[in-house]
């Protein structure tokens, strides 16, 4: 199973494997490498059952080029008669009675989910370490992780177990473990992918999209996710592209923009060095460096760790053991029943983010942290607005270090929050971003973040695939898999 | 780019604060959960005090992406409606109704 | 000391959609416990509110009708507490920036008109029903009502008098019922009233230390909590006590306030903007829209029904007190082609009494416009006389037919033929020599005896004009 989207509608098409095929190879794969621990729950007779409709069906005739192909979803997804339990004992038993429009439109995309995969707990976490299930364990080296919060997606695609999986992303969930474990992951603009069914960490910031092995697979991928949806306020009523027919221009002239301080100044040298390689390929390919600045990027995880939190705070008060999920078994009255249901089903990190969010809130300190942060919001969105009259595209680290050892920082709340310095602005801003392999580092995987103006997805993935089509980053497996 | 400092100790939580943040959150915190809260969020708090270093006077608060606009739905019933499906879930229930403990009122 | 009393009043109306406001669900009343609720309403894991645009519509329809600034931009906040009807953890309310602001309200009291002032008014979601009766030591929550979509009129502390208080609200009840935007039944809780309630000393500009009165679901006991509450105040500051700000809680068996159980927690409900919902924002073409839909209001109708039918100021106000009932008036007028006034006392006499007493609307009377203005046709031509009618009126009622059936069916038709009337005068002139004789001498008053008489032996049919007529030309010397 390392064969790409791509490849693998082309050999269904040719009828070298069948669906069935695929998922029954999928599924042992997974099992093979269980000890990554990147899935939650497997729906290993639904998806046998769905594989063999789709080859049915693609004997029909008219299948697009998801059809049959088996995917993961991360675990924050409802799905339909399968446990989504968002790595939280909250919600270990929770089986939804409706699937999220993403895997609604997957399915109707004929992707045929095999499970889902493990995550943060309600993705609250950078290293997978936070989810209720332990921690996922990054296939390059099984003594680190592998980022988070969709660590488990990312892991499954790294380790081959599946082609594609879906992530999300408020901080950075998606492109931190795509870049840690050397994959391709896309955050699309906000409010180009619903958010219906997702559960919600921080609505204004979060947004799902892909993660494959190629710029090329997550067009595909993209293309099937994204779309207006009349369950989402905030989904955007505008067409999609069709991203996959846009891959392929060439970059001449395309114009860069680079903040040299990214490059520098508590960045891994490797890491930078790696980048910088990266960004060479780019000019030789015609594209141009220019120099921008983000001033208040610098500032970005303050921001982000009031605004995330406080939106999370009032995001999480519904799990109150009255209409589903965990309820804890003793309790005096209705207040002991809120306060021993919530502190025994929430972990710690989901506990720590709810209290900052509730004190952010809380009567005498709303303009001081939460109004503040909305205002410093705007200072490094307008940054944004500002470097892309100068640029098409961004480029840069997408995290200061290659793949830590598990336990490394989750002691530490605060250093863990400053790894996401370079992918939580972008949240902010609501642009549209992907990490996509750019070389190794002391043998782990560095990831090159592109960064792209509003609903400008195309671009980015085609200045990712033409990456891509002259390095073979992408291409590699690690050892064992 | 710019190193953060983390400075410690300036906002200082003592269990006090925490138990009201916690009660407000509806978190049942034992003694030892207290003091260690207090600690990790005066540390938060330290970070996120950092944003003080940026002027932010008279700048427009950005709540969501601005080309977010809100859509509305127009006022028609939609048939999805399940009792069973909805109250299958729930840890209690009786005669069609969630049951929680007695609220005094 | 002399006291003044200060009233500010909330009003929640619940508007008259279909679907609530962020999910598709029903908001039919009375329906079995949560079969009017889907997993938005439920709060389940990821679903999120999409703002019914109806509701935005009727919230525009009320501002422009109270004069009021309707906002181009509103923000939707979340407030956020605990309690097991709330699924969300928080209700979703405008708060800093609501959709209606500065408007006011003409009442008219016995004292006269007076202006209230409107603070504002925001869309919000009601929430669900605990149940705590027969439930063993539970509650049982019921979400039904949760996401029905209100509107929460907030006035200026204007009101100076129970009967002010009262008037306000019964001039608000028919506006939003006006507006077509609430059906303003209070007993199902669709138009809720709390008061803001406090007292000071007459000549005091700052406003003494006020109560919030819950729970007043009709006219009636808007006026008692009231009275009650500004006596318990003025009671204990003159006895040097202080009023403590709080929520006291409207016991009709009782007719007395009292204060809910103190969790005087302080709230802090930590209001945001909704990250589900970014700011509505509303077009001048909207509100264009809005306003040239906007029906006529009940004080340009009362104006107009005065003007254009020669109606007292009184009766304008009564038939004006609804849009049904304006309607009914305006079409039996039509129908009948008789005059507006004639209309206009059967429907504020024979026809409001009926429905007084039988309860029922005038949607729903047995008695329709058509249907009236054919009795009142036969008033006008003479075939029925005004007292025949109200019997004919009363047949109509119970579905004895229409007008002329009944008519014909009692054998009612009133006699106006001058040769039968003058043939039954003649008669009783001749069996009454001794009250003719008084007559003659200048008794004038006897005539009525003869009157009587003759209505009497006629058997009530003879047509009353005549009778007098005839009356005084037989009777002369």
């Known amino acids: ?481 | 780019m710019r190193r953060i400092n983390v400075a410690i100790g300036l906002t200082a939580l003592d269990a006090k604060d925490i138990e009201k943040v916690a009660h407000l959150a509806r978190l049942g915190l034992s003694g030892p959960e207290r003091e260690a809260y207090a600690q990790e969020l005066s540390r938060i708090l330290d970070l996120v005090s950092q944003m003080n270093a940026v002027a932010t006077d008279g700048v427009e608060p950005m709540t969501h992406p601005d080309a977010a606009g809100l859509r509305l739905r127009s006022d028609a019933v939609a048939d999805e409606i399940d009792r069973e499906r909805l109250l299958a879930v729930a840890p209690q229930t009786r005669d069609g109704l969630y049951l929680v403990p007695r609220v005094i009122e | ?477």
């Open chain 1, 1 to 481: 199973m390392t064969l790409t989207i791509t490849k693998i509608a082309e050999n269904l098409a040719a009828g070298r494997c069948s669906s069935r095929e695929l998922v029954d190879d999928v599924l042992a794969r997974i099992k093979t490498h269980a000890v990554l621990n990147a899935f939650i729950t497997l729906d290993e007779e639904a998806a046998r059952r769905h594989a063999e409709a789709a080859d049915r069906a693609r004997r029909a005739g008219g299948a697009g080029i998801l059809a049959g192909v088996p995917i993961a979803h991360k675990d924050i997804f409802c799905t339909a008669g399968v446990k989504t339990t968002c790595a939280s004992r909250m919600l270990a038993d929770f089986v939804p009675p409706y699937d999220a429009t993403v895997v609604r439109k997957m399915k109707a995309a004929g992707c045929i989910m095999v499970g889902k995969t493990n995550m943060d707990e309600f993705a609250m976490g950078s290293s997978n370490e936070t989810s209720h299930f332990g921690p996922v364990r990054n296939p390059w080296d099984r003594d680190r992780v592998p980022g988070g919060s969709s660590g488990g997606s990312a892991a499954a695609v790294a380790g081959r177990l599946v082609p594609a999986a879906t992530g999300t992303d408020t901080g950075g969930s998606i492109r931190q473990p795509a870049a840690l474990c050397g994959i391709t992951g896309l955050k699309p603009s906000y409010g180009r992918v619903s958010r219906y069914g997702l559960v919600a960490f921080a609505s204004s910031l979060d947004q799902a999209g892909p993660m494959a092995q190629t710029a090329e697979d997550c067009a595909h991928l993209l293309a099937a996710m994204a779309g207006f949806d009349e369950h989402d306020a905030t989904s955007l009523d505008v067409p999609v592209p069709d991203y996959a027919a846009q891959l392929g221009g060439d970059l001449k002239g395309l114009r860069i923009g680079v903040v040299a301080e990214h490059f520098a100044d508590g960045v891994e040298p490797k890491v930078a060095e790696a980048l910088r390689e990266a960004l060479r390929e780019y000019e030789r390919q015609g594209a141009r460096l220019v120099d921008v600045s983000l001033p208040n990027s610098a500032h970005a995880v303050p921001c982000y760790y009031v605004l995330a939190p406080a939106e999370a705070s009032s995001n999480l008060a519904r799990y109150d053991g009255v209409r589903y999920g965990f309820r804890a078994p003793e309790y005096q009255d209705i207040e002991d029943m809120y306060k021993k249901t919530r502190s025994q089903g929430f972990g710690p990190e989901v506990k720590r983010r709810i209290m900052v969010g509730t004190y952010a809130l809380s009567a005498g300190y709303y303009d001081a942290y939460y109004v503040k942060a909305l205002r410093l919001r705007r200072l490094i969105a307008d940054d944004f607005a500002r470097a892309f009259e100068r640029c098409d595209i961004l480029a840069g680290p997408v995290s200061p270090s290659t793949a830590f050892p598990l336990g490394a920082k989750n002691t530490d709340p605060v250093s863990m929050y400053l790894n996401d310095i370079f992918t939580i602005p972008i949240n902010l801003a609501g642009l549209p971003a992907l990490s996509l392999p750019a070389g190794f580092a002391g043998g782990l995987p560095v990831g090159l973040q592109l960064v792209g103006r509003y609903l400008d997805e195309a671009r980015l993935l085609n200045a990712a695939h033409r990456f891509q089509q002259a390095t073979d980053w992408h291409t590699r497996v690690p050892a064992g898999f």
């Open chain 3, 1 to 477: 000391m002399e006291w003044e009393t200060v009233i500010g009043l909330e009003v929640h109306a619940q508007l008259k959609t279909r679907s609530k406001i962020f999910s598709a669900s029903p908001t039919a009343y009375g329906a079995a416990p949560n079969t009017q609720a889907n997993v938005v309403d439920a709060a389940f894991p990821g679903v999120l509110p999409v703002l019914n645009g109806e509701v935005v519509r009727m919230a525009a329809r009320f501002g422009l009708a109270i004069g009021a600034t309707v906002h181009t931009r509103s923000v939707f906040a979340r407030k956020n507490y605990f309690y097991p009807d709330l699924p969300k953890g928080y209700q979703i309310s405008q708060y800093e920036h609501p959709i209606v602001e500065r408007g006011r309200l003409v009442i008219t009291t016995p004292a006269g008109e007076k202006t209230i002032g409107i603070t504002r008014a925001h869309l919000e979601e009601d929430a669900g029903k605990s149940l705590h009766e027969d439930m063993d030591g539970f509650t049982g929550i019921d979400l039904n009502r949760a996401g029905t979509p209100l509107l929460e009129i907030v006035s200026e502390p204007d009101m100076r008098s129970a009967t002010e208080a009262v008037a306000y609200l019964k001039t608000l009840h028919t506006l939003v019922r006006y507006l077509d935007i609430c059906d303003g039944n209070m007993q199902e809780g669709s138009f809720r009233c709390d008061a803001n309630v406090s007292v000071r000393p007459f000549g005091q500009a700052r406003f003494g230390t006020r109560a919030e009165l819950k729970n007043i679901n009709s006219f009636r006991f808007v006026e008692r909590a009231i009275d009650y509450e500004v006596r318990r105040q003025i009671a204990l500051l003159s006895a040097g006590g202080q009023v403590r700000q709080e929520t006291r809680l409207y016991d009709s068996a009782r007719d007395e306030t009292r204060s809910m159980r103190s969790k005087e927690e302080a709230n802090d409900y930590r209001y945001f903007p909704d990250p589900d919902l970014p700011a509505l924002v509303l077009t001048e073409a909207f509100l264009a829209e809005v306003k040239d839909a906007m029906p006529e209001l009940p004080d340009a109708k009362r104006r107009r029904l005065g003007a254009e039918y020669g109606l007292s100021a009184y009766d304008a106000g009564v038939l004006t007190a609804s849009r049904e009932l304006a309607q009914y008036y305006e079409d039996a007028v039509a129908a009948a082609g008789v005059d507006p006034k004639l209309v206009a006392n059967w429907v504020t006499g024979e026809l409001a009494a009926r429905l007084n007493e039988d309860g029922l609307d005038i949607t729903n009377s047995r008695v329709m416009a058509p249907a009236l203005a054919g009795l009142l046709r036969r008033i006008a031509d003479g075939t029925v006389s005004g007292k025949a009618a109200k019997d004919v009126f009363e047949a109509m009622w119970a579905g004895e037919g229409d007008a002329d059936a009944v008519i014909a069916a009692r054998g009612l038709r009133q006699i106006s033929d001058d040769f039968a009337i003058e043939e039954v005068v003649r008669q009783v002139i001749a069996a009454n020599p001794k009250q003719l004789a008084q007559y003659r001498s200048g008794e004038e008053k006897v005539f009525t005896f003869f009157v009587g008489q003759t209505m009497k032996a006629s058997r009530g049919k003879a047509n009353p004009a005549k009778v007098n007529e005839i009356l005084k030309r037989l009777l002369a010397p």
